[in-house]
């Protein structure tokens, strides 16, 4: 009865044992599905965020973005390509990213042909991102909040300008080919974009001044009277 008693502890003990040794595998197992689960998130994300950040360093260069924001985003850019080939260096998406990131170098004035409503707005989303982007290396202590603030400033004034240059240079061509309707719609927006935009009245009042020259050509302004009536009355008695 001992011996029995004996036996069934052992069997006991080992089916334990096994049970144990099969939770700490599956709990093991569950660790690394959990783990590979958030690299492929984490690589994913970072991919994204290249990606985007490639394209907004193609606009800024295409617009003539000063060079120490570009530096700033190329960095940042930089340094998700370095993270993401950390994690996975045979990822395919690594030379897609840098043959893109080439590309982005390469931008001038004349790639960004903002000449449709679609590419100023393609153009105005990653300037915005590139300000995002700014704010969030503010948040993270890599960059200063007096900083951060001067370089929003400045992307903010950016993005005013290619769209209301862009209206402007619409608006001259359809001048050139006796559109009006096109030309006053364009040089309105462009006069709209321009006066709603938060920077120094001398940063768009030369740009004003022509849109405002060139739409009076096409709306001549009402002339202004000399005076009221009392007022005529008064200098022609001075008289």
Request: aromatic share 2%.
């Amino acid at each position: 009865m001992a011996l029995m008693l004996h036996d069934n502890i052992i069997i006991l003990i080992i089916i334990a044992v096994v049970g144990l040794l099969a939770l700490i595998g599956s709990h093991i197992i569950s660790l690394r599905e959990q783990h590979a689960r958030t690299q492929a998130e984490r690589v994913k994300s970072l991919g994204q965020q290249a990606e985007h950040g490639i394209n907004a360093l193609g606009i800024l260069r295409a617009c003539s973005c000063k060079p120490e924001i570009i530096d700033r985003i190329e960095t940042h850019v930089a340094g998700l390509i370095s993270e993401m080939a950390a994690l996975t260096p045979d990822n395919p998406l690594l030379s897609t990213l840098n043959s893109q990131k080439q590309n982005a170098d390469r931008s001038t004035a004349a790639a960004a042909a903002l000449n449709s409503d679609r590419a100023i707005k393609r153009a105005s989303i990653f300037i915005n991102y590139a300000r995002e982007l700014l704010t969030e290396m503010a948040q993270n202590k890599n960059l200063s909040p007096t900083l951060a603030k001067s370089y929003a400033q400045e992307l903010h004034w950016l993005n005013v300008s290619i769209i209301a240059t862009a209206h402007l240079t619409q608006g001259q061509k359809s001048l050139g080919i006796q559109d009006k309707p096109a030309a006053l719609s364009h040089l309105k927006h462009a006069k709209a974009v321009l006066t709603r935009a938060m920077v120094p009245q001398q940063f768009k009042q030369e740009r004003l001044t022509q849109i405002q020259t060139l739409l009076d050509s096409l709306e001549p302004r009402p002339q202004r009277s000399d005076g009221t009536l009392a007022d005529n009355l008064e200098a022609y008695f001075k008289d």
